[in-house]
């Protein structure tokens, strides 16, 4: 592998955004890691008495952006879960997340939860907790209704404007 070739990977995985990237073919062994300004390269061969193999420029990082993407089946099943979802769902008001954090449907692990399906809310009713660095988040309901759907699991990861209840406001 020559200079060019490592340059052009280097470039490869700054723009793919991986933080991290370790190659090993034959006697060459490559780590790429990107920080938030610095860029680090560590080049080891090891010497072999034959030719060093020929090894495309950009094996890794094509394997990380190939293995989130689903199959082509499984996205037409998703597309149609999402149809029929929203068919089902197109009545109902979707309360979501203002933060990112961790989301709670208890005050406290000896608490019971705030809200259950089929329970109904005023709004300004709090339906769950999000904790923050530490901080835990009341979210109150923005609208009066009946709790359809929970969607997100007590004590998981939640992101900004994720859907976390479904209300039927009828």
Excluded: W
């Excluded at 597309?79 to 029929?84: E, N, V």
């Excluded at 709670?104 to 809310?121: A, C, I, L, Q, W």
């Amino acid at each position: 592998m020559d200079l060019k070739e490592i340059q052009n990977l280097i470039k490869f995985v700054a723009k793919s955004g991986a933080s991290e990237v370790k190659l090993e073919t034959g006697d060459v062994k490559i780590t790429i890691r990107t920080g938030s300004d610095e860029k680090e390269t560590i080049v080891q061969q090891v010497p072999m008495g034959g030719q060093m193999p020929q090894m495309p420029a950009q094996p890794q990082p094509q394997q990380q952006q190939q293995a989130p993407a689903p199959s082509q089946e499984s996205a037409q099943q998703s597309s149609d879960d999402q149809k029929s979802a929203g068919e089902d769902n197109s009545n109902y008001i979707t309360v979501k997340s203002p933060i990112i954090g961790t989301f709670y449907r208890k005050p406290s692990p000896d608490k019971p939860t705030f809200v259950e399906v089929g329970d109904s809310v005023k709004e300004g009713d709090v339906l769950c907790v999000i904790e923050a660095m530490k901080l835990f988040n009341e979210i109150e309901s923005e609208v009066s209704g009946k709790i359809v759907k929970v969607l997100v699991d007590d004590a998981s990861p939640v992101e900004f404007d994720q859907p976390l209840f479904l209300v039927d406001p009828s």
